[in-house]
Antibody
Framework: EVHLVQSGGGLVQPGGPLRLSCTTS????????MSWVRQAPGKGLEWVAN????????YYVDSVKGRFTISRDNAKNSLSLQMNSLRAEDTAVYYC??????????????????WGQGTLVTVAS | DIVMTQSPDSLAVSLGERATINCKSS????????????LAWYQQQPGQPPKLLIY???TRESGVPDRFSGSGSGTDFTLTISSLQAEDVAVYHC?????????FGQGTKLEIK
């Protein structure tokens, strides 16, 4: 069974850093892109970033470019999101999710899923 | 970026009745080379992460009841629940995975009338 278990999160002051982690099991992690998605309180879902299967390609939503860094450790089946210069508007529940599948020939677009349980990040003084 | 717009924002339907949610994309999410629509629907219950219901616009995820169906192509899509059950109360989100950045609709809150 596929599992994505998140850790990190919490209360941080504006301008501060925070690191989120997502540990996976039940699938071949190194064959998949991975994404981070967030949901501000009472709001809809916003895709934040994704990373290809070997960590060489990374994409971000404009609002976090230059502040957030997505990374992965295929040996540990884990995904991370380093968040710096945090702002009040970054307050949200953050989810990791499995993304597109890659084999030796190509990568294949997939919907996002499964998802981690989510972790709340609150940016406030 | 592709903008996804859902309608309505909220919906109240009686148990056993049909619920219909619409999703419109600002540009086509139909990939001509494989004739697939890169459109997914998710169900999110309170305090829970989203759960994939439908992908490729009309393919049900394994384990999803057959009262859930998806339709549409190009820029206009519909999620239909044929006979609403109490456990279907949730927020429903559409999402395009045609291109980065992935984008979601604003969500539709479904309640029991």
């Amino acid at each position: 069974e596929v599992h994505l278990v998140q850790s990190g999160g919490g209360l941080v002051q504006p301008g501060g850093p925070l690191r989120l982690s997502c540990t996976t099991s039940g699938f071949t992690f190194s064959n998949y892109w991975m994404s981070w998605v967030r949901q501000a309180p009472g709001k809809g879902l916003e895709w934040v970033a994704n990373i290809d299967q070997d960590g060489s390609e990374k994409y971000y939503v404009d609002s976090v470019k230059g502040r957030f860094t997505i990374s992965r450790d295929n040996a540990k089946n884990s995904l991370s999101l380093q968040m710096n210069s945090l702002r009040a508007e970054d307050t949200a529940v953050y989810y990791c999710a499995r993304d597109r599948y890659c084999d030796s020939a190509a990568c294949y677009s997939n919907p996002l899923g499964p998802w981690g349980q989510g972790t709340l990040v609150t940016v406030a003084s | 970026d592709i903008v996804m717009t859902q309608s309505p924002d909220s919906l109240a339907v009686s148990l056993g009745e049909r619920a219909t949610i619409n999703c419109k994309s600002s540009q086509s999410v139909l990939y001509s080379s494989n004739s697939k629509n890169y459109l997914a629907w998710y169900q999110q219950q309170p305090g829970q992460p989203p759960k994939l219901l439908i992908y490729w616009a009309s393919t049900r995820e394994s384990g999803v009841p057959d009262r859930f169906s998806g339709s549409g192509s190009g820029t206009d899509f519909t999620l239909t629940i044929s006979s609403l059950q109490a456990e279907d109360v949730a927020v429903y989100h559409c999402q395009q995975y045609y291109s980065n950045p992935y984008t979601f609709g604003q969500g539709t809150k479904l309640e029991i009338k």
